[in-house]
């Protein structure tokens, strides 16, 4: 049987740690294809903005002593599982992996993030689609450190990468969005999930000084596990230490009885 076709991105650009720690883990299961935005790109959800230039450029790597051909993409991270799929892989890939993101994706607010839109992209062209986070101080979120460890969350990589190219995923099921506590090792158990209602990263105005009109807007952990559900993807991980397991759904319609929901305006 020939190797399954694996298409591997991220929201942190080609030359993250995490990137690469995902792609050593995924290369046991499959031929890795590495399509990645060529700069930092987290935050951009599932954008497919038509300022980015869509530039595609070929480098040779060596992570520990093995060499890649990896692809860098002027664009999003969405905009590069489209070139990946598009105009780089020889085929379809057999499952599209998202991570490992610097900084773990919780709650309802997960659109914003970029490694689940990828994931989201990739489901859309009616593909399996893995996201894996890992939870590090948002210190880290922005930076390619070298002291955060990906051994547990490259371990877990594999397993649901193993598990999604072995198995089929249920109807209405397009993404497995996967959480790992930072302190996670190989034998941490891991939990289903549902989203969290709760406000997880909470915005912070901009810090303006005098005659500087730059402000970006920032953000803070404003989470409370003491007014959550146990079930939820950030309880798990923020309070149990376990890792959670997120079943998506691209459809995003609001789980009513559509007929009463009509009543509502007759």
């Not at 049987?1 to 290369?27: F, V």
């Not at 596990?225 to 459809?251: F, N």
Request: net charge negative.
């Amino acid at each position: 049987m020939p190797k399954p076709q694996i298409l591997l991105t991220n929201d942190d650009g080609i030359q993250s740690p995490g990137l690469w720690a995902a792609a050593e883990a995924l290369s046991a299961l499959g031929f890795v294809h590495v399509v990645a935005p060529r700069d930092q790109f987290s935050g951009a959800g599932r954008s497919l903005p038509s300022t980015s230039d869509g530039i595609i450029t070929e480098q040779q790597v060596t992570i520990h002593g093995k060499g890649w051909t990896v692809y860098s993409v002027g664009g999003t991270p969405a905009q590069a599982v489209l070139h990946g799929i598009l105009e780089i892989m020889p085929t379809r890939p057999d499952l599209v992996v998202s991570g490992i993101n610097y900084g773990e994706n919780m709650g309802i607010a997960i659109t914003v993030s970029g490694t689940v839109g990828a994931a989201l992209e990739a489901a859309a062209q009616g593909l399996p689609a893995l996201a894996v986070s890992l939870e590090t101080d948002i210190a880290n979120h922005l930076t390619y450190s070298p002291e955060i460890d990906f051994c547990a969350a490259a371990h877990f990589t594999h397993k649901f990468a193993r598990w999604m190219l072995e198995g089929t995923l249920p109807p209405d099921v397009d993404v497995l969005k996967v959480d790992i506590p930072q302190d996670a090792t190989p034998e941490t158990s891991w939990q289903v999930t549902r989203l969290t209602r709760q406000t997880y990263f909470a915005p912070v105005p901009p810090q303006r000084t005098p005659g500087d009109r730059r402000g970006p807007l920032g953000y803070k952990i404003e989470y409370e596990p003491s007014q959550d559900m146990p079930d939820t993807d950030a309880y798990v991980v923020r309070k149990s230490r376990q890792v959670s397991v997120t079943p998506l759904s691209l459809d995003m319609t609001a789980r009513v009885d559509l007929r009463n929901f009509r009543k509502l305006f007759e």
